[in-house]
Protein backbone atom coordinates (compact mmCIF):
# COMPACT_ATOMS: atom_id res chain seq x y z
CA UNK A 1 0.00 0.00 0.00
CA UNK A 2 2.95 2.52 0.91
CA UNK A 3 4.04 1.44 -2.95
CA UNK A 4 1.03 2.18 -4.96
CA UNK A 5 0.16 5.45 -2.57
CA UNK A 6 3.71 7.04 -3.01
CA UNK A 7 3.90 5.98 -7.21
CA UNK A 8 0.15 7.84 -7.36
CA UNK A 9 1.30 11.22 -5.77
CA UNK A 10 3.86 11.17 -8.51
CA UNK A 11 2.64 9.13 -11.21
CA UNK A 12 0.06 9.57 -13.86
CA UNK A 13 -3.29 7.17 -14.53
CA UNK A 14 -1.63 4.38 -14.30
CA UNK A 15 -0.43 4.70 -11.42
CA UNK A 16 -4.01 5.90 -10.14
CA UNK A 17 -5.25 3.07 -11.43
CA UNK A 18 -3.14 0.53 -9.84
CA UNK A 19 -3.89 2.44 -6.25
CA UNK A 20 -7.38 2.09 -6.72
CA UNK A 21 -6.43 -1.90 -7.28
CA UNK A 22 -4.20 -2.05 -4.16
CA UNK A 23 -7.44 -0.52 -2.29
CA UNK A 24 -10.14 -3.46 -3.55
CA UNK A 25 -7.44 -5.95 -2.76
CA UNK A 26 -7.22 -4.88 0.45
CA UNK A 27 -11.28 -4.32 0.48
CA UNK A 28 -11.44 -8.10 -0.18
CA UNK A 29 -9.60 -9.35 3.22
CA UNK A 30 -12.23 -8.10 5.17
CA UNK A 31 -10.07 -6.74 7.64
CA UNK A 32 -11.73 -3.34 8.83
CA UNK A 33 -8.51 -1.86 10.61
CA UNK A 34 -6.48 -2.13 7.43
CA UNK A 35 -8.84 -0.63 5.49
CA UNK A 36 -9.07 2.17 7.56
CA UNK A 37 -5.18 2.30 7.70
CA UNK A 38 -5.17 1.96 3.69
CA UNK A 39 -7.62 5.27 3.91
CA UNK A 40 -5.56 6.97 6.15
CA UNK A 41 -2.40 6.56 3.77
CA UNK A 42 -4.24 7.76 0.88
CA UNK A 43 -5.76 11.35 2.77
CA UNK A 44 -2.32 12.21 4.15
CA UNK A 45 -0.55 12.82 0.56
CA UNK A 46 -2.01 15.91 -0.08
CA UNK A 47 -4.39 16.27 -3.31
CA UNK A 48 -4.57 12.50 -3.76
CA UNK A 49 -8.43 11.98 -2.61
CA UNK A 50 -8.98 15.09 -5.19
CA UNK A 51 -6.94 13.23 -7.77
CA UNK A 52 -8.62 9.76 -7.02
CA UNK A 53 -11.90 11.54 -7.53
CA UNK A 54 -11.19 13.32 -11.11
CA UNK A 55 -9.42 9.73 -11.99
CA UNK A 56 -12.55 7.69 -10.98
CA UNK A 57 -13.47 9.39 -14.61
CA UNK A 58 -11.51 9.30 -16.84
CA UNK A 59 -9.93 6.45 -19.13
CA UNK A 60 -7.93 6.18 -21.51
CA UNK A 61 -9.05 5.69 -25.55
CA UNK A 62 -6.20 3.38 -25.95
CA UNK A 63 -4.34 0.25 -24.33
CA UNK A 64 -5.44 -2.02 -21.50
CA UNK A 65 -7.30 0.40 -19.05
CA UNK A 66 -10.12 1.36 -21.27
CA UNK A 67 -12.49 -0.18 -17.88
CA UNK A 68 -10.58 1.33 -15.23
CA UNK A 69 -11.19 -0.81 -12.17
CA UNK A 70 -13.17 1.38 -10.20
CA UNK A 71 -15.98 1.62 -12.60
CA UNK A 72 -16.42 -2.24 -12.37
CA UNK A 73 -15.84 -2.07 -8.66
CA UNK A 74 -18.64 -0.09 -8.18
CA UNK A 75 -21.51 -2.08 -9.71
CA UNK A 76 -21.05 -4.29 -6.71
CA UNK A 77 -21.47 -2.53 -4.04
CA UNK A 78 -23.82 -2.95 -1.29
CA UNK A 79 -25.07 -0.36 1.35
CA UNK A 80 -25.18 -3.25 4.22
CA UNK A 81 -22.01 -5.09 3.87
CA UNK A 82 -19.51 -2.85 2.37
CA UNK A 83 -16.33 -1.52 4.16
CA UNK A 84 -14.96 1.82 4.46
CA UNK A 85 -12.80 1.11 1.28
CA UNK A 86 -15.81 -0.03 -0.78
CA UNK A 87 -17.25 3.04 0.30
CA UNK A 88 -14.78 5.57 -0.20
CA UNK A 89 -14.15 3.91 -3.93
CA UNK A 90 -18.02 3.50 -4.93
CA UNK A 91 -18.63 7.25 -3.37
CA UNK A 92 -16.44 8.53 -6.32
CA UNK A 93 -18.01 6.71 -8.76
CA UNK A 94 -19.21 7.88 -12.92
CA UNK A 95 -22.95 6.85 -11.83
CA UNK A 96 -24.79 9.31 -9.19
CA UNK A 97 -26.79 6.64 -7.87
CA UNK A 98 -24.30 4.73 -6.68
CA UNK A 99 -22.53 7.73 -5.28
CA UNK A 100 -25.86 8.38 -3.51
CA UNK A 101 -25.87 4.55 -1.96
CA UNK A 102 -22.12 5.17 -1.18
CA UNK A 103 -22.85 8.37 0.92
CA UNK A 104 -25.97 6.97 2.68
CA UNK A 105 -23.18 3.96 3.65
CA UNK A 106 -21.08 6.44 5.26
CA UNK A 107 -22.85 8.61 7.15
CA UNK A 108 -25.21 5.42 8.59
CA UNK A 109 -21.66 3.52 9.17
CA UNK A 110 -19.19 6.95 10.11
CA UNK A 111 -15.79 6.69 10.40
CA UNK A 112 -13.12 9.14 10.30
CA UNK A 113 -11.29 7.80 7.63
CA UNK A 114 -13.94 8.30 4.91
CA UNK A 115 -14.89 11.60 6.16
CA UNK A 116 -12.42 13.24 2.97
CA UNK A 117 -14.70 11.25 0.69
CA UNK A 118 -18.31 12.24 2.28
CA UNK A 119 -16.35 16.30 1.91
CA UNK A 120 -15.75 15.96 -1.76
CA UNK A 121 -19.25 14.52 -2.30
CA UNK A 122 -20.79 17.84 -0.06
CA UNK A 123 -19.42 19.38 -3.52
CA UNK A 124 -20.74 16.66 -6.05
CA UNK A 125 -22.88 18.38 -9.03
CA UNK A 126 -25.80 16.03 -8.62
CA UNK A 127 -28.21 17.32 -6.01
CA UNK A 128 -29.57 14.43 -4.47
CA UNK A 129 -26.10 13.33 -3.65
CA UNK A 130 -24.93 16.76 -2.83
CA UNK A 131 -27.55 17.35 -0.45
CA UNK A 132 -27.69 14.23 1.06
CA UNK A 133 -24.19 14.41 1.94
CA UNK A 134 -23.89 18.11 3.48
CA UNK A 135 -26.53 16.56 5.66
CA UNK A 136 -24.65 13.95 6.72
CA UNK A 137 -21.60 16.11 6.95
CA UNK A 138 -23.23 18.54 9.20
CA UNK A 139 -24.96 16.05 11.53
CA UNK A 140 -21.91 14.67 12.37
CA UNK A 141 -19.63 17.44 12.78
CA UNK A 142 -22.94 18.74 15.51
CA UNK A 143 -22.51 15.61 17.02
CA UNK A 144 -18.76 14.57 17.65
CA UNK A 145 -16.75 17.91 16.39
CA UNK A 146 -13.40 16.24 18.48
CA UNK A 147 -13.48 12.96 16.24
CA UNK A 148 -14.33 14.08 13.12
CA UNK A 149 -13.09 18.16 12.46
CA UNK A 150 -9.63 16.89 11.89
CA UNK A 151 -10.61 14.39 9.11
CA UNK A 152 -13.03 17.14 7.52
CA UNK A 153 -10.25 20.04 7.67
CA UNK A 154 -8.04 19.75 5.33
CA UNK A 155 -10.19 18.65 2.40
CA UNK A 156 -12.71 21.24 2.86
CA UNK A 157 -9.75 23.60 2.81
CA UNK A 158 -8.83 22.33 -0.55
CA UNK A 159 -12.32 22.48 -1.91
CA UNK A 160 -13.40 25.72 -0.77
CA UNK A 161 -12.15 27.27 -3.72
CA UNK A 162 -14.79 25.43 -5.62
CA UNK A 163 -18.18 26.26 -7.80
CA UNK A 164 -19.62 24.01 -4.70
CA UNK A 165 -16.99 23.46 -2.37
CA UNK A 166 -18.00 26.23 0.22
CA UNK A 167 -20.05 24.21 2.28
CA UNK A 168 -18.11 21.94 3.84
CA UNK A 169 -16.12 25.18 4.90
CA UNK A 170 -18.89 26.91 6.44
CA UNK A 171 -19.98 23.83 8.71
CA UNK A 172 -16.32 23.65 9.99
CA UNK A 173 -16.51 27.40 11.45
CA UNK A 174 -19.82 26.58 13.16
CA UNK A 175 -18.61 23.38 14.45
CA UNK A 176 -15.98 24.86 15.33
CA UNK A 177 -17.57 27.45 17.07
CA UNK A 178 -19.81 25.54 19.37
CA UNK A 179 -17.18 23.05 20.25
CA UNK A 180 -15.28 22.88 23.43
CA UNK A 181 -11.64 24.60 24.10
CA UNK A 182 -9.83 21.02 23.56
CA UNK A 183 -11.43 20.96 20.07
CA UNK A 184 -9.52 23.78 18.60
CA UNK A 185 -6.15 23.60 20.93
CA UNK A 186 -6.12 20.27 19.35
CA UNK A 187 -6.22 21.30 16.03
CA UNK A 188 -4.20 24.61 16.59
CA UNK A 189 -1.63 21.56 17.72
CA UNK A 190 -1.08 19.78 15.24
CA UNK A 191 -2.32 19.89 11.41
CA UNK A 192 -0.56 21.42 7.73
CA UNK A 193 -0.13 25.38 7.75
CA UNK A 194 -3.09 26.30 6.20
CA UNK A 195 -5.21 24.65 8.19
CA UNK A 196 -3.79 25.97 11.98
CA UNK A 197 -4.23 29.34 9.87
CA UNK A 198 -7.95 28.66 9.30
CA UNK A 199 -8.63 27.65 13.29
CA UNK A 200 -6.29 30.42 14.81
CA UNK A 201 -8.10 33.12 12.38
CA UNK A 202 -11.32 31.98 14.17
CA UNK A 203 -10.14 31.98 17.44
CA UNK A 204 -8.34 34.96 17.28
CA UNK A 205 -11.73 36.53 15.84
CA UNK A 206 -13.17 34.95 18.63
CA UNK A 207 -10.79 36.60 21.81
CA UNK A 208 -10.73 33.14 22.98
CA UNK A 209 -6.97 33.38 23.87
CA UNK A 210 -5.90 35.97 26.53
CA UNK A 211 -2.58 37.53 26.56
CA UNK A 212 -0.19 34.82 27.85
CA UNK A 213 -1.39 32.66 25.15
CA UNK A 214 -0.35 35.50 22.17
CA UNK A 215 2.61 36.07 23.90
CA UNK A 216 3.57 32.05 24.05
CA UNK A 217 2.24 31.56 19.99
CA UNK A 218 4.77 34.90 19.07
CA UNK A 219 7.65 33.33 20.31
CA UNK A 220 7.26 29.53 19.98
CA UNK A 221 5.17 28.70 17.12
CA UNK A 222 6.41 26.99 14.20
CA UNK A 223 4.38 28.96 11.52
CA UNK A 224 5.73 32.56 10.78
CA UNK A 225 1.68 33.47 9.63
CA UNK A 226 0.42 32.63 13.06
CA UNK A 227 3.70 34.25 14.86
CA UNK A 228 2.63 37.23 13.01
CA UNK A 229 -1.06 37.13 14.00
CA UNK A 230 -0.21 36.37 17.87
CA UNK A 231 2.38 38.79 18.17
CA UNK A 232 0.30 41.28 16.50
CA UNK A 233 -3.02 40.87 18.79
CA UNK A 234 -0.43 40.76 22.07
CA UNK A 235 1.16 43.63 21.21
CA UNK A 236 -2.15 45.38 20.12
CA UNK A 237 -3.25 44.40 24.04
CA UNK A 238 0.03 45.51 25.78
CA UNK A 239 -0.36 48.91 24.16
CA UNK A 240 -4.01 49.17 25.42
CA UNK A 241 -3.53 48.23 29.21
CA UNK A 242 0.32 49.40 29.44
CA UNK A 243 1.94 46.57 29.55
CA UNK A 244 5.38 47.56 28.34
CA UNK A 245 6.46 44.68 29.87
CA UNK A 246 4.97 42.69 27.29
CA UNK A 247 6.30 44.55 24.64
CA UNK A 248 10.19 44.96 25.84
CA UNK A 249 9.99 41.09 25.70
CA UNK A 250 8.61 40.67 22.45
CA UNK A 251 11.04 42.90 21.06
CA UNK A 252 13.84 40.24 22.47
CA UNK A 253 12.25 37.98 20.45
CA UNK A 254 14.40 35.56 18.25
CA UNK A 255 11.93 36.44 15.31
CA UNK A 256 12.39 39.47 13.49
CA UNK A 257 8.83 39.72 12.55
CA UNK A 258 7.81 39.53 16.14
CA UNK A 259 10.88 42.20 17.34
CA UNK A 260 9.08 44.39 14.43
CA UNK A 261 5.31 44.47 15.92
CA UNK A 262 6.46 45.31 19.37
CA UNK A 263 8.82 47.50 18.77
CA UNK A 264 5.83 49.10 16.78
CA UNK A 265 3.98 48.91 19.80
CA UNK A 266 6.63 50.41 21.94
CA UNK A 267 6.50 53.63 19.59
CA UNK A 268 3.12 54.14 19.95
CA UNK A 269 3.55 53.87 23.83
CA UNK A 270 6.13 56.52 23.63
CA UNK A 271 9.17 54.58 24.04
CA UNK A 272 11.51 55.94 21.44
CA UNK A 273 14.49 55.49 23.95
CA UNK A 274 13.57 51.26 23.79
CA UNK A 275 13.57 51.54 19.83
CA UNK A 276 16.18 53.19 19.33
CA UNK A 277 18.50 50.69 20.83
CA UNK A 278 18.28 48.35 17.63
CA UNK A 279 20.18 50.55 15.75
CA UNK A 280 22.07 47.60 14.89
CA UNK A 281 19.49 44.64 15.08
CA UNK A 282 20.05 42.03 11.72
CA UNK A 283 16.46 42.92 10.60
CA UNK A 284 16.38 45.32 7.64
CA UNK A 285 12.85 46.35 9.30
CA UNK A 286 13.85 46.39 12.62
CA UNK A 287 16.72 48.93 11.73
CA UNK A 288 14.31 50.95 9.63
CA UNK A 289 11.73 51.14 12.72
CA UNK A 290 14.92 52.04 15.16
CA UNK A 291 16.31 54.86 12.68
CA UNK A 292 12.83 56.34 12.62
CA UNK A 293 12.85 56.54 16.37
CA UNK A 294 16.52 57.49 17.00
CA UNK A 295 15.50 60.55 14.55
CA UNK A 296 12.79 61.67 16.77
CA UNK A 297 15.60 61.76 19.69
CA UNK A 298 17.66 63.72 17.69
CA UNK A 299 20.12 60.70 16.85
CA UNK A 300 22.44 60.79 14.12
CA UNK A 301 21.96 57.21 12.81
CA UNK A 302 24.88 57.42 10.20
CA UNK A 303 27.01 58.48 12.79
CA UNK A 304 26.28 55.79 14.65
CA UNK A 305 27.12 53.49 12.06
CA UNK A 306 30.35 55.26 11.20
CA UNK A 307 31.46 54.20 14.83
CA UNK A 308 30.12 51.17 15.00
CA UNK A 309 31.41 49.54 12.15
CA UNK A 310 34.96 51.64 12.75
CA UNK A 311 34.52 49.40 16.15
CA UNK A 312 37.11 46.12 16.32
CA UNK A 313 34.46 43.48 16.29
CA UNK A 314 31.47 45.74 14.24
CA UNK A 315 27.88 44.33 14.25
CA UNK A 316 26.31 42.93 11.33
CA UNK A 317 23.38 45.19 11.55
CA UNK A 318 25.93 47.74 12.30
CA UNK A 319 27.65 47.23 8.98
CA UNK A 320 24.15 46.27 6.66
CA UNK A 321 22.69 50.37 8.23
CA UNK A 322 25.56 52.21 7.06
CA UNK A 323 25.10 50.70 4.13
CA UNK A 324 21.81 51.42 3.76
CA UNK A 325 22.28 55.31 5.29
CA UNK A 326 25.72 56.31 3.91
CA UNK A 327 27.45 57.18 0.26
CA UNK A 328 30.42 56.20 -1.21
CA UNK A 329 32.13 58.59 0.61
CA UNK A 330 31.63 55.64 4.06
CA UNK A 331 33.50 52.72 1.67
CA UNK A 332 36.81 53.28 3.48
CA UNK A 333 35.18 51.91 6.73
CA UNK A 334 33.97 49.18 4.52
CA UNK A 335 36.98 48.08 2.78
CA UNK A 336 39.02 46.92 6.09
CA UNK A 337 36.46 44.36 6.63
CA UNK A 338 36.64 42.51 3.69
CA UNK A 339 39.84 40.80 5.49
CA UNK A 340 38.17 40.13 8.71
CA UNK A 341 38.78 37.06 10.13
CA UNK A 342 34.49 36.35 10.55
CA UNK A 343 33.20 35.14 7.26
CA UNK A 344 29.68 37.05 8.16
CA UNK A 345 31.56 40.00 8.34
CA UNK A 346 33.14 39.38 5.38
CA UNK A 347 30.11 38.94 3.84
CA UNK A 348 28.05 41.82 4.83
CA UNK A 349 31.29 44.39 3.74
CA UNK A 350 31.13 42.91 0.24
CA UNK A 351 27.02 43.97 0.27
CA UNK A 352 27.46 46.84 1.81
CA UNK A 353 30.02 47.58 -0.83
CA UNK A 354 28.17 46.53 -3.93
CA UNK A 355 25.08 48.90 -1.85
CA UNK A 356 26.42 52.15 -2.00
CA UNK A 357 28.32 51.31 -5.46
CA UNK A 358 31.57 51.08 -4.44
CA UNK A 359 33.39 47.72 -5.32
CA UNK A 360 36.79 48.26 -6.82
CA UNK A 361 37.64 45.10 -8.57
CA UNK A 362 40.51 43.81 -7.46
CA UNK A 363 39.83 43.99 -3.70
CA UNK A 364 36.94 42.19 -4.25
CA UNK A 365 37.98 39.81 -6.21
CA UNK A 366 40.32 37.88 -4.08
CA UNK A 367 36.81 37.11 -2.10
CA UNK A 368 36.10 34.59 -4.98
CA UNK A 369 37.95 32.04 -3.32
CA UNK A 370 36.78 32.57 0.06
CA UNK A 371 36.21 29.44 1.75
CA UNK A 372 32.69 30.73 3.01
CA UNK A 373 29.72 29.96 0.40
CA UNK A 374 27.92 33.27 1.75
CA UNK A 375 31.55 35.37 0.98
CA UNK A 376 31.72 33.64 -2.97
CA UNK A 377 28.08 34.41 -3.81
CA UNK A 378 28.45 38.19 -2.56
CA UNK A 379 31.67 38.96 -3.98
CA UNK A 380 30.04 37.44 -7.33
CA UNK A 381 27.10 39.86 -6.80
CA UNK A 382 29.35 42.78 -6.39
CA UNK A 383 31.54 41.77 -9.34
CA UNK A 384 28.83 41.20 -12.03
CA UNK A 385 28.51 44.45 -13.08
CA UNK A 386 32.23 44.71 -13.41
CA UNK A 387 33.28 42.30 -15.35
CA UNK A 388 35.15 43.93 -18.12
CA UNK A 389 37.47 44.66 -15.50
CA UNK A 390 38.19 41.03 -14.43
CA UNK A 391 41.00 38.45 -15.77
CA UNK A 392 39.41 36.68 -19.44
CA UNK A 393 39.65 33.17 -18.60
CA UNK A 394 38.83 33.85 -14.63
CA UNK A 395 34.62 32.73 -15.19
CA UNK A 396 36.09 29.53 -17.49
CA UNK A 397 38.34 28.63 -14.88
CA UNK A 398 35.98 28.86 -11.61
CA UNK A 399 33.02 26.86 -13.83
CA UNK A 400 35.59 24.53 -14.04
CA UNK A 401 36.54 24.22 -10.30
CA UNK A 402 36.36 21.09 -7.62
CA UNK A 403 34.07 23.38 -5.57
CA UNK A 404 30.15 23.67 -6.35
CA UNK A 405 30.36 27.25 -5.36
CA UNK A 406 33.15 28.42 -7.10
CA UNK A 407 31.20 26.72 -10.38
CA UNK A 408 27.96 28.38 -9.43
CA UNK A 409 30.10 32.05 -9.21
CA UNK A 410 31.67 31.34 -12.97
CA UNK A 411 28.43 30.57 -14.45
CA UNK A 412 26.70 33.62 -12.91
CA UNK A 413 29.70 35.69 -14.27
CA UNK A 414 29.14 34.47 -17.49
CA UNK A 415 25.01 35.49 -17.34
CA UNK A 416 24.87 38.36 -20.24
CA UNK A 417 27.21 37.61 -22.71
CA UNK A 418 26.89 36.90 -26.24
CA UNK A 419 24.47 33.56 -27.13
CA UNK A 420 27.58 31.50 -27.98
CA UNK A 421 29.34 32.14 -24.29
CA UNK A 422 26.55 31.69 -22.54
CA UNK A 423 25.59 28.45 -25.40
CA UNK A 424 28.66 26.42 -24.17
CA UNK A 425 28.76 27.72 -20.35
CA UNK A 426 25.15 26.37 -20.12
CA UNK A 427 26.13 23.23 -21.90
CA UNK A 428 29.03 22.56 -19.60
CA UNK A 429 26.84 23.37 -16.36
CA UNK A 430 25.10 20.78 -17.85
CA UNK A 431 27.45 17.94 -17.36
CA UNK A 432 28.04 19.24 -13.79
CA UNK A 433 27.72 16.50 -10.83
CA UNK A 434 25.17 19.04 -9.03
CA UNK A 435 22.03 17.72 -9.53
CA UNK A 436 20.94 21.47 -9.29
CA UNK A 437 23.44 23.32 -11.38
CA UNK A 438 22.68 20.57 -13.83
CA UNK A 439 19.51 21.51 -13.91
CA UNK A 440 19.72 25.24 -14.04
CA UNK A 441 21.85 24.37 -17.11
CA UNK A 442 19.24 22.39 -18.64
CA UNK A 443 17.12 25.34 -18.75
CA UNK A 444 19.48 27.57 -20.38
CA UNK A 445 20.18 25.58 -22.94
CA UNK A 446 16.47 24.80 -23.62
CA UNK A 447 15.81 28.41 -23.36
CA UNK A 448 18.76 29.28 -25.94
CA UNK A 449 17.66 26.93 -28.51
CA UNK A 450 14.58 27.70 -28.54
CA UNK A 451 15.47 31.53 -29.24
CA UNK A 452 17.37 29.81 -31.62
CA UNK A 453 15.43 27.69 -33.49
CA UNK A 454 13.32 29.08 -36.38
CA UNK A 455 9.56 29.75 -36.52
CA UNK A 456 7.10 30.90 -38.99
CA UNK A 457 5.24 32.80 -35.89
CA UNK A 458 8.48 34.96 -35.23
CA UNK A 459 9.07 38.52 -35.93
CA UNK A 460 12.76 39.41 -34.65
CA UNK A 461 15.42 37.17 -36.07
CA UNK A 462 16.67 34.48 -34.37
CA UNK A 463 20.08 35.10 -32.38
CA UNK A 464 23.59 35.01 -34.04
CA UNK A 465 26.09 32.81 -33.07
CA UNK A 466 29.53 34.55 -33.82
CA UNK A 467 31.66 31.69 -33.63
CA UNK A 468 34.87 30.46 -35.05
CA UNK A 469 35.31 27.05 -37.01
CA UNK A 470 36.62 25.28 -33.71
CA UNK A 471 34.15 27.24 -31.33
CA UNK A 472 31.86 25.99 -33.67
CA UNK A 473 33.28 22.34 -33.34
CA UNK A 474 33.46 22.28 -29.54
CA UNK A 475 29.34 23.60 -29.13
CA UNK A 476 28.61 20.74 -31.55
CA UNK A 477 30.68 18.05 -29.22
CA UNK A 478 29.20 19.63 -26.07
CA UNK A 479 25.90 19.10 -27.94
CA UNK A 480 26.84 15.11 -28.36
CA UNK A 481 27.80 15.15 -24.72
CA UNK A 482 24.56 16.71 -23.43
CA UNK A 483 22.21 15.25 -25.29
CA UNK A 484 21.15 12.35 -22.84
CA UNK A 485 20.56 15.20 -20.18
CA UNK A 486 18.68 17.42 -22.37
CA UNK A 487 16.59 15.44 -24.18
CA UNK A 488 15.22 14.61 -27.60
CA UNK A 489 13.37 18.07 -28.35
CA UNK A 490 16.32 20.27 -27.46
CA UNK A 491 19.03 18.26 -28.69
CA UNK A 492 16.96 18.86 -31.80
CA UNK A 493 16.49 22.13 -31.85
CA UNK A 494 20.26 22.51 -31.12
CA UNK A 495 21.23 20.78 -33.71
CA UNK A 496 19.37 22.28 -36.20
CA UNK A 497 20.45 25.57 -34.59
CA UNK A 498 23.87 24.79 -35.06
CA UNK A 499 23.49 23.21 -38.59
CA UNK A 500 22.23 26.81 -39.67
CA UNK A 501 25.18 28.52 -37.87
CA UNK A 502 27.88 29.51 -40.47
CA UNK A 503 31.58 29.80 -38.43
CA UNK A 504 33.26 32.79 -39.30
CA UNK A 505 37.29 32.58 -40.24
Known sequence: MHVAVDGAAAGRWEALNHLVEVLIEADAVGDEVAARSA?????GVAGLVARLDRHARQAPWYGPYQ????????????VATSGPVAMALASMHGDGRIRERAVAAMVDRPCPEVMPFLVLRTGDWVKPVRDRARA?????????????LPAVLPMALRLDARL???FAVSQIRAALLSAPAGVWRGLLGSGARRQRRFVFDIVLAQGW???PDYVTCAETDSDVGIRVRAADAACREAVWTRRHDVLRRLARSVRAEVRVVALTGLVRVGQDSDVAAYLDD??????????DAARRLGIDAREHYRTATGAGEPALGAIAGLAETGSAADAPLLRPLLTHSQARVRAQAVRGLHLLEAVVAHEVLPLLQDPSPAVVRGATTALRPLIGALPPGLPWQLLGDARVELRRAGYRLLRGHSADVQLRAALMLTLDPDPRLAERGKADVTRLARDGARTTWRRTPPPELPVTAAQHGELAALTAR??????????????TWLARTRPSA
Open 39 to 43: LTLVA
Open 482 to 495: AAAALGEDTSRMLT
Open 164 to 166: RGG
Open 282 to 291: DAPLVRAVAR
Open 209 to 211: LRL
Open 136 to 148: GLALLLADDPGGY
Open 67 to 78: EPALRRFGAGFS
